[in-house]
Nanobody, 128 residues
Framework: QLQLVESGGGLVQPGGSLRLSCAAS????????IGWFRQAPGKEREGVSC????????YYTDSVKGRFTISRDNAKNTVYLQMNSLKPEDTAVYYC?????????????????????WGQGTQVTVSP
């Protein structure tokens, strides 16, 4: 069975950093666009950042631009989300996901229509 396993979440103070990882097993990430999504309590799941499978183009939601960086290492079958200058409003469960799609903005904005597989999520809490 195909799997995406997130790691790297935790508790961090405002202004701190975390790096999330998403490792794929039993399939090759290189064929897919990859995205990071998050869901805070009482809110809908939102696309944070997505990266294409072909040209490495990226998309970031406005609230994380300049603070978060998505990257992929196809050799390690892993995708990363480097999160800097974290804020309390970044607190959420973070999920990685993959899609056989070329438009990363569409993937991030329309996950219900585009995502093929989801990871199980990792909690990120930003608090003093």
């Amino acid at each position: 069975q195909l799997q995406l396993v997130e790691s790297g979440g935790g508790l961090v103070q405002p202004g701190g950093s975390l790096r999330l990882s998403c490792a794929a097993s039993r399939f090759t990430l290189g064929y897919y666009a990859i995205g990071w999504f998050r869901q805070a309590p009482g809110k809908e799941r939102e696309g944070v950042s997505c990266i294409s499978s072909s040209d490495g183009s990226t998309y970031y939601t406005d609230s994380v631009k300049g603070r978060f960086t998505i990257s992929r290492d196809n050799a390690k079958n892993t995708v990363y989300l480097q999160m800097n200058s974290l804020k309390p409003e970044d607190t959420a469960v973070y999920y990685c996901a993959v899609a056989r799609i070329s438009t990363v903005q569409y993937m991030c904005n329309m996950p219900r229509l585009s995502v093929n597989y989801w990871g199980q999520g990792t909690q990120v809490t930003v608090s003093p």
